[in-house]
């Protein structure tokens, strides 16, 4: 596969690969997504606002050049955010790719970190060198106007281009947001989860969103639902600390997500994740004793190769390459023979990878094995894909973000 280098969220040209429960494979425009969902599915997004979560500032006991980019925290509440985990770097910006970045100086508990306004303590290391926890100074409300000042979104090298905080929120961001008037500082006393930036990196999976989308679901009898889950990073540049990946990332369900999946499950109709996040909120919830209910929690399992799925049947994602925590969730849902063959039509089909890159539709397995025939009936579309099928441009509504408050900008 080949990266995705403009930082376009719904590119007209964006292609959708199918992997049925069966195993075959086909091709479509991205566009064309909701005619490739059932009638009764329900299809849940993450609407959290992505964090300008990268920081640039001094190491203070050695005066040194450091980019902190924030990566875990323990809950959404609007307060708890004077503690981070939190990926160190040294000198250096997004043009060097993240695996070539230089490392930071030796860190220890107690050193000091200037970030532009802000000031952090390291509290330890987490055994590693470049992973620290962190504690910020000031009040719940400085911190978050530090942040929105003075942080950038986490970037990679393959966009040559500095990201806008606008680059990286999707659509459904605070859609039914409401607006208040309070005193400063009662700011924090006046938010829930979810009012604020809570994802680390974007949740990429929800750039395929737009009113076009949510109105061909609404025509086919196709539900939406949502909740908010603090996407992590995808990528450290340490072969170590990516093998620990994803950290613990926290989350929310609404009682309205809730009561949907359980009429979209008592209908015997499908759940499909709009993402890697949303599978590992609702698997996590399912999972705990006396099973999924409204409320806050924190998602700290792996979702790997025979992972059972309780509440996901399908998923929507981004373009994954193996050895990534994306593509090992991906193989909670399918064979690794189907995969392989998944991943070799999308480099054979010229299909973009990273967060603005094509996408995957991928139905969980079937247990009944009479569905192989269909499978080998089904996987012969990936041999006519000259059909000229991607070639259909649709129109899509290509909406933007206004971006109010804290976050705002206008640089």
Known sequence: MKAATLATQRPRDAKLLIVDAAGGIAHAPRLQLAEHLQPGDLLVA???ATLPASLRGV???????????LAGRRSLAVDDVREFTAIVFGAG????RTE???APPPLRAGDALMLGPLRATVLRTLAHPRLVALRFDGTPDAIWAGIARHGKPIQYAHLAEPLALWDVWTLIVDAAGGIAHAPRLQLAEHLQPGDLPVAFEPPSAGFVLDWALLGALKRRG???ATLTHAAGISSTGDAALD????????YHLSAATVQAIARTQAMGSRVVALGTTVTRALEHAAARSGGMRAGDGLADQRIVAGTPLRIVDAIVSGTHEPGTSHYELLRAFASDAVLRRASAALDRHGYRTHEFGDSVLIERRSAIGGLLARHHRLDARDDVFDRGVLGHAGAAADLTVEHVGLFARDD
Do not use: M, Y
């Open 46 to 48: 993450n609407d959290a």
């Open 243 to 250: 093998a620990r990946l994803p950290f613990d990332e926290p």
């Open 93 to 96: 910006d997004h043009h060097t």
């Open 222 to 224: 196709i539900g939406f």
């Open 100 to 102: 070539d970045r230089v």
């Open 59 to 69: 190491h203070g006991p050695s005066r040194t050049t450091i980019e902190v980019r």
